[in-house]
C-alpha cells in the first residue's frame, strides 16, 4: 500500500468523485493515481470557460482549494456559477460540488449567498441556506476522515458504474 504523498486536501471535485463512489477519491490518495483526460473531458472543460474577457477564480485556504468557474454578482451579493458540460444522473452531487466551493471561498469571499448551476446551459440557482451548508460540511468532514484512512471507505460497487470506470484496475472491490 502506498502512502498518500501530500496531506489530503478536500478540493470541490473530490467532493463531487465521493458521492459518485467513494472509492474514487480515496484511491487517488492512496495510490497517486488519476485518470488521465480523455477527449471528452477536454471538449467538456473547454465548453465550460467563462465568456471572453470573465476568468475562473481561484481560491485556495487551510481547508482546501477550489477554482470556481465565475463569480458574478448579482443584487448586491455574490453568486459562484458551476458549469458542467454533460448532465447526471445524480445532479444532487453537482450541488454539492458548488456548496464545497462555497465552503472554501468563504473563507476569503464575502458575501457569497448562491450557487448557480449551468448544465448544458440550462441554469438553476440554489440558495444557501443553513441546511444544505451543514449537509455538505458533514459529508466533506466524512471525506476528510475517508481519505486519511488507509482502509478503504465502504462503498456499493454498481455494474453500471463499474464496468467502465478507469479506477476499477486499483478498486478493492474488483
Ligand atoms: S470500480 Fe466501481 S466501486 Fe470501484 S472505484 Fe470504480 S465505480 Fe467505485
Same mark, same amino acid.
Given at each position: 500500500?502506498?502512502?498518500?504523498?501530500?496531506?489530503?486536501?478536500?478540493?470541490?471535485?473530490?467532493?463531487?468523485?465521493?458521492?459518485?463512489?467513494?472509492l474514487?477519491?480515496?484511491?487517488?490518495?492512496?495510490?497517486?493515481?488519476?485518470?488521465?483526460?480523455t !477527449?471528452?473531458?477536454?471538449? +467538456?472543460?473547454?465548453?465550460?470557460?467563462? $465568456?471572453? +474577457?470573465?476568468?475562473?477564480?481561484?481560491?485556495?485556504?487551510v481547508?482546501?482549494?477550489?477554482?470556481?468557474?465565475?463569480?458574478?454578482?448579482e443584487?448586491?451579493?455574490?453568486?459562484?456559477?458551476?458549469?458542467?458540460a454533460?448532465?447526471?444522473?445524480?445532479?444532487s452531487?453537482?450541488?454539492?460540488?458548488?456548496?464545497?466551493?462555497?465552503?472554501?471561498?468563504r473563507?476569503?469571499?464575502?458575501?457569497?449567498?448562491?450557487?448557480?448551476?449551468?448544465?448544458?446551459?440550462?441554469?438553476?440557482?440554489?440558495?444557501?441556506? +443553513?441546511?444544505?451548508?451543514? !449537509?455538505?460540511?458533514s459529508?466533506?468532514?466524512?471525506?476528510?476522515?475517508?481519505?486519511?484512512?488507509?482502509? $478503504?471507505?465502504?462503498?456499493?460497487? !454498481?455494474?453500471?458504474?463499474?464496468?467502465?470506470?478507469w479506477?476499477?484496475?486499483?478498486? $478493492?472491490?474488483?
Open positions: 500500500m502506498y502512502k498518500p504523498t501530500a496531506p489530503a486536501r478536500v478540493t470541490p471535485t473530490l467532493v463531487k468523485q465521493y458521492s459518485y463512489c467513494p474514487i477519491p480515496w484511491i487517488q490518495a492512496w495510490f497517486c493515481a488519476y485518470e488521465p483526460t !477527449d471528452s473531458m477536454a471538449l +467538456g472543460k473547454e465548453s465550460t470557460k467563462p $465568456p471572453e +474577457g470573465r476568468g475562473q477564480v481561484y481560491v485556495s485556504t481547508r482546501g482549494a477550489a477554482v470556481i468557474d465565475e463569480l458574478v454578482e443584487g448586491g451579493c455574490r453568486v459562484i456559477v458551476e458549469r458542467k454533460y448532465r447526471s444522473h445524480n445532479y452531487r453537482y450541488v454539492e460540488q458548488a456548496v464545497a466551493s462555497y465552503l472554501v471561498a473563507e476569503k469571499i464575502p458575501g457569497i449567498r448562491r450557487v448557480r448551476l449551468e448544465v448544458q446551459g440550462r441554469q438553476s440557482t440554489i440558495e444557501l441556506s +443553513g441546511d444544505l451548508v451543514e !449537509d455538505v460540511e459529508l466533506v468532514k466524512v471525506l476528510e476522515k475517508a481519505l486519511k484512512s488507509e482502509k $478503504p471507505p465502504p462503498a456499493k460497487p !454498481d455494474p453500471k458504474k463499474c464496468t467502465s470506470c479506477y476499477k484496475r486499483y478498486c $478493492p472491490h474488483n
